[in-house]
């Protein structure tokens, strides 16, 4: 029998043992919370709108800080095609769309500088959000960044840029962290998957805007037309900042420090007082309370050793390796689309022309994926989409074998079309499966080890794909599509084993989900009793010392 415990309960039916709660809480504490729980999954999609507008406006808010982070990564790798670019830091490359070429190891330095300050910034990141509070840390990343912007601005050298890009890591790393978790954690049931994946539709406004900017500057006749994209990041500082400094903070963080008063205020702020009651608010911070001690039963502490450990070691596989799997999918080659399309044999404007194309389809994918996820569950459309660009990897794979300029075009658009397949499931789908896959008391370690193990991919990535698509190096151009390709279906595979299906569920019932050790394919089917009271339990509860006096 597990810790939580199944007392005489049918076939896929877990029931939880809430005897050591009560000795914790008391009766009305569980009964708080088991309202306001039925309360959520009773809510409708259009009542959760109306009720959760401020979280939604907070969340899609704070989110926005994402846009520099998908900004900077991605302009980097547009600059590998930039004439004035490679003519200031390149090489003399014959052949090439610009005539020089940046070396394929100083853009591997590059392309890893902002991953290994991102790592780094997510270590910290972790510790300090749970010591010192969320928006703290949010605020002093924020202000470290804009000193940090100064670097590559005015950089002299690739050195420069290298160091300039590994210090704007730093801060990047806690932004990846800090805005996944507050999207989990503001919102019920209905609207989590939505605000989640607007995650990823704010790294595609970076991303989007910073192919625009730098195809606008591409015939300034100067040092400019690089520096310039790297100056609008100061534009949105100030704004980013009075965001942070306003919003309401995380009721999740305000009960696992024991401030329920702060929790109930919180909750408060992020919901409209129209439509909840006091009553709802102390369900609401009430059902937080019995989710943080049923983690607390299985698991005391929240370092980065606990998620190593007992059930949050699958916990932790399973959100590490869905953000790897990003890049693991073949993603990288849309984040060196420029270049990749000019190795294809794409002229230079048209190349950025179609990069901007490209990445537009980071905002349009995610707005379809809003529609998926009403329909399909999170291991569905994330197998599905894995599935779909192997497929897709393969063709381009293929295709990279024929000199033509119908094969050329053809390339391009699938490319495209790879990046409309990842942006409608594995890109929105991976932020909604990662915050609801962690537990709640190991939130933001687990989010900050599952994207530092994307920056690790990615570093690796940043080695070996400039060499796979650069003429100077490997020249594989669009063959390599077969080598990510087969990536791809080897990351079906784990899906179809690995992933469990969260939609629908609290975080209680995952609770209990993961501490009983339901298989993956399982998840879906299985019925669970998080406020179970088992014979006696009521009488028993009026006995125990009520530790928590705020719900007398």
Known sequence: MSQYGIHDAPADVIVADNDEILRKLNANTLSDAAKADEAEHNMTLREAFRTYKKAIFWSMALSGALIMEGYDVVVIGS????????????????????????????????????????????????????????KIVM??????????????????????????????????????????????????????????????????????????????TLNIDSDWSWRLPFVVQWVWVIPLFLIVYFCPPSPWWMVRHGRLADAERSVRRLTNEECVSDEDIK???????????????????????????????????????????????????????????????????????LNMVLNSMFIIGTIVSWGLIILFGRRTLYTAGMACMAIVLFV???????????????????????????????GPLCYTIIGEVSSTRLRQKSIALSRISYQIMNIVCGIIVPRMINTTAWNWGAKSGLFWGGSALLSTLYCLLRLPETKNRSYGELDLLFENKVPAWRFKSTKVDQFAIHSG???KGTEFKEDIKHFD
């Open 396 to 426: 381009i794979g293929g295709l990279g074998f024929i000199s033509s300029n119908n094969a050329t075009m053809t390339i391009g658009g699938l490319l495209i079309a790879l990046n409309f397949i990842y942006n409608c499931t594995l």
């Open 283 to 353: 369900n609401t911070v009430a059902m937080m309370v019995h989710t943080n001690e049923l983690e607390k039963q299985v698991q005391e502490g929240t370092s980065y050793i606990e998620c190593f450990t007992k059930t949050d070691l699958r916990r932790t596989e399973i959100v590490m390796m869905t953000f790897a799997m990003q890049l693991l999918s073949g993603e990288n080659l849309i984040g060196q689309g420029v270049q990749f399309l000019q190795s294809a044999g794409v002229g230079t404007q048209l190349s950025f022309d």
């Open 79 to 134: 600059f590998y095609g930039q004439p004035n670019f490679t003519k200031r830091f390149g090489i003399v490359a014959p052949g090439t769309a610009t005539g020089y070429a940046i070396p394929a190891s100083w853009q591997s330095g590059l392309s890893n500088g902002s991953s290994a300050g991102g790592i780094i910034g997510l270590l910290i990141n972790g510790w300090a959000a749970d010591r010192f509070g969320p």
């Open 537 to 539: 339990a009521t009488e």
């Open 139 to 216: 605020m002093t990343s924020i202000v470290a960044l804009t000193c940090f912007i100064f670097i590559p601005v005015f950089a002299q050298s690739l050195t420069t840029l290298v160091i300039g890009e590994v210090l704007c890591g730093l801060p990047w790393g806690v932004f990846q962290t800090l805005t996944t978790a507050y999207a989990s954690e503001v919102c019920p049931i209905q609207l989590r998957g939505y605000l989640t994946a607007y995650v990823n539709l704010c790294w595609g406004v970076g991303i989007l805007l910073s192919s625009g900017v730098v195809t606008a």
